[in-house]
């Protein structure tokens, strides 16, 4: 009797051996996602018993102080111990006042979280662009973004999330300075202990549509461009990392992820500081939007989007799908 045999085919290494099962491809499986890393953003407004689903981000809401306490609490549940908080203010004015008002919803919103959930991490965002009736990230004069007068506002805004308690300050206006000048004024209030997270590689992006919706920050006229940085820049983005960290950034941010996942390994690799990525709104809103209509799985689109991130050297994702990832890594 003869036996049919594919014998002929003499491999020393096959690598489908390490793929066979699911114990054997846990076993040598390289990158690992945890919930200690995500981190949830959510959306502060005015109000009482206020929660109002964003249009283009299903699943994110605005939501009021006693609102966003019981998401917090939630999301702590599921995992997640980390939010950053942005803020929706009732009045605007072309200086972004509200900004460092003690009273205002991100400031209510930490002291109230400090309060009412213990050990959850509290990052806030120190922009203007929610906060001015222009919709500009800072001061204009002539028409212009004024760097050093924004980097002022900045400063007082910092110091007043500092004041309500916010363990991280993360200013994400990209003005020039801005993360020395925050951090001194921090030490020299007693906040030596309040770390900062520098959106130091931030990119001027399409995929931030769906949070000037939810925030309400669409600039009124014109852009970005003249301090986000140009999409097609990868060593200005190690520049500002470098200069992010001289002035004293505890950890350093590229935004977004996805499309910028070659600037994020090599931030990682070049400065080994903690890093985050943003998977920003666009990016869950495409994600969102093609599940929606049937086109792709969400639960494993979801899972290899944050894979890849965390692949490319993050440490730290912030992601609108924390809660739903944090439940799955359980
Ligand atoms: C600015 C800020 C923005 C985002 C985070 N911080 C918007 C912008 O720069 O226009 C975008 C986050 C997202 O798209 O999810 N305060």
Request: hydrophobic letters at 40%; aromatic letters at 6%.
């Amino acid at each position: 009797m003869s036996t049919t045999t594919h014998a002929g085919l003499a491999l020393t290494h096959r690598l489908r051996r390490l793929r066979r099962s699911e114990s054997m491809r846990a076993l040598v499986r390289e990158t690992h996602l945890s919930p200690d890393g995500l981190v949830l953003p959510l959306f502060v407004c005015e109000g009482d018993g206020v929660r109002r689903e964003v249009p283009s981000m299903p699943g994110v809401f605005n939501l009021s102080v006693d609102e966003a306490v019981k998401d917090v609490a939630a999301a702590a549940a599921d995992g997640v111990k980390s939010v950053i908080l942005f803020g929706l203010p009732d009045q605007k004015d072309d200086v972004g006042s509200s900004a460092h008002d003690p009273e205002a919803p991100v400031q209510s919103a930490i002291r109230a979280i400090k309060r009412e959930v213990k050990n959850t991490l509290v990052i806030t965002d120190v922009c203007l662009c929610e906060y001015t009736d222009h919709g500009h990230c800072g001061i204009l004069i002539d028409g212009e973004i004024a760097n050093d007068a924004t980097v002022d506002q900045l400063v007082r805004t910092a110091l007043s999330h500092a004041a309500a308690g916010a363990d991280i300050v993360a200013p994400s206006d990209m003005m020039d300075g801005r993360v020395g000048a925050i951090r001194q004024a921090l030490d020299a209030r007693g906040y030596e202990h309040v770390a900062l997270l520098s959106y130091a590689a931030k990119y001027c992006s399409a995929f931030y549509g769906p949070f000037r919706d939810a925030a309400g920050s669409t600039p009124k006229f014109g852009d970005r461009r003249s301090h986000q940085m140009d999409p097609a820049n990868a060593r200005e983005a190690l520049r500002e990392v470098e200069q992010d960290i001289a002035e004293g950034a505890d950890l350093v941010m590229v935004k977004p992820a996805v499309t910028y996942l070659d600037v994020i390994r090599q931030v990682k690799d070049r400065f080994g500081y903690p890093t985050a990525a943003y998977h920003v709104s666009g990016e869950y809103a495409m994600l969102k939007a093609a599940a929606r209509n049937g086109w792709i799985d969400e639960t494993r689109a979801m899972m290899e989007t944050l894979t890849s991130i965390r692949r490319a050297g993050a440490d730290i994702i912030i992601t609108y799908y924390a809660r739903e990832a944090a439940r799955l890594l359980k």
